[in-house]
């Protein structure tokens, strides 16, 4: 068939190729993406859910705006607000269909074949694959413990002119590094004195595990005079509530959620309004910071677990940084020993012997670093993990090929 040329700038990526071996019996997956189900509050949405369909089912069930449910952004105005961010109101977010359909808007309404725009290395696979379906030329910026290199970023920026810079800057996918609050102040200055737009995806902020992250970048624009109008921030309940319900937002500036609004009416028209009814419905039971601790300590064990026993089964065959909240470790094979220094090969190995986890090739736009991995700690409970982790250790000491 005779498809559109935008197709040739993305490929069906590597990870989908491993995710079909998970079906294997018995495997333990430290590969996904994906929050745990077992963390879901049920019987609170079942409850939002019910309250949505009786006391408001012309809303729940109709056609509704594309900028999103009113009372949902009203809450979602809320929820910010106690995340520092003060000045927002209800029309200065519109709600997407996950925080995903934000990123896509952003590069329908802001890339045109050609463009460029700077991303973390690495960074969050989708976002290649989206920004390079509108032609993007992706431009890299290093990232250490404390997030992007904000001096790299800056020279980058300088040099390239992007249309956008585009930063996970809180435990980021796959990264799990957490941007200082010094980097975050920089990133404002750059945005204002080079006047480029900063797009901040916050899906992991809320899932620290002990002090709380620095505010975002939005919350912090409130200082530093003439930043706000150049950042735009994405958010999603999926990573704390549900993923299945696929509400995320967009804030930004009005003339760019005005053009977001528009590209979103001629795709979706708008996010399902029972979705949209429920969350609200949820936000407003008042359920939220409780459902946030239980989430924050499960996950918290979880990548306790997973760092000491990395510690143990792997030793000096491994480095990473032990993530302060999020889902994923983010680990870099040594070599140490003679030991495997290609995460793909060790992907395979690790298959062989029952657990999975991503290679990190993927997660790089450009000049892949092939000895890192991503582990996702958020569906194995602390007893899999180990015996998980245990496996790595096995798959990693087998016979080795240089
Ligand atoms: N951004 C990042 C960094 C992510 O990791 C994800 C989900 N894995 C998303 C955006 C999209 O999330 P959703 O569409 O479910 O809100």
């Known amino acids: 068939m005779n498809f559109a040329t935008r197709l040739n700038n993305v490929e069906t990526s590597a990870i989908r190729e491993l995710f079909k071996l998970l079906g294997k019996p018995g495997i333990i997956s430290f590969a996904g993406g994906f ?3 077992a963390m879901f509050d049920v019987e609170g949405l079942k409850e939002a859910a019910n309250k949505a369909l009786t006391e408001e089912p012309g809303g729940a069930l109709q056609y509704g705006a594309t900028e999103g449910y009113e009372p949902l ?7 910010m607000q106690s995340k520092g961010v003060k000045d927002i109101e209800p029309q200065g977010l519109i709600v997407t269909t996950g925080s995903q359909q934000a990123l896509d808007l952003l590069g329908k309404t802001m890339i045109s074949p050609g463009d460029k725009v700077i991303v973390e290395a690495p960074t969050f696979l989708a976002t290649i694959q989206c920004f390079r379906l509108y032609g993007a ?3 890299t910026a290093p990232v250490d413990a404390n997030g992007v290199q904000t001096d790299k970023l800056e020279q980058l920026i300088a040099e390239h002119k992007p ?13 799990g590094a957490m941007l200082s609050r010094e980097r975050r102040m920089k990133v404002l200055e750059m945005a204002v004195k080079h006047q480029t737009l900063i797009v901040e995806d916050d899906p992991y902020g809320d899932l620290y595990f002990g002090e709380p992250p620095p505010p975002s970048i939005l919350a912090l624009s409130s200082q530093v005079p003439g930043s706000r109008e150049w950042i735009a921030h994405c958010g999603s309940m999926s990573k704390v509530l549900s993923p299945g319900l696929r509400v995320g937002w967009l804030i930004g500036p009005p003339e760019l959620l005005a053009k977001a609004t528009m590209c979103k009416q001629f795709s979706d028209a708008h996010t399902s309004t029972f979705a949209q009814a429920t969350a609200a419905q949820y936000l407003k039971s008042g359920r939220m910071p409780a459902t946030l601790a239980k989430v924050r300590k499960v996950y918290a064990e979880r990548a306790q677990a997973m760092g000491a026993a990395l510690k143990k089964e792997l030793g000096d065959a491994i480095e990473f940084t032990q993530p302060q909240g999020g889902l994923f470790f983010w680990a870099r094979l040594t070599g140490a020993g003679g030991k495997l220094k290609d995460a793909g090969e060790f992907a395979k190995r690790a298959i062989e012997k029952g657990v999975a986890f991503v290679p990190g090739a993927p997660f790089y736009a450009n000049d892949p ?5 991503r582990l996702s700690f958020a569906t194995a409970d602390v007893a899999k993990i180990e015996e998980g982790v245990g496996r790595l250790g096995k798959a990693l000491a087998g016979p080795q090929v240089e």
């Open 369 to 373: 670093d092939l000895s890192t991995l």
């Open 163 to 175: 249309k956008f810079v585009y930063l996970i800057p809180t435990f980021g996918n796959p990264s």
């Open 73 to 79: 952004r009203t809450q979602l105005a809320a929820f």
């Open 137 to 139: 030329e992706l431009i």
């Open 35 to 37: 929050p745990d189900s």
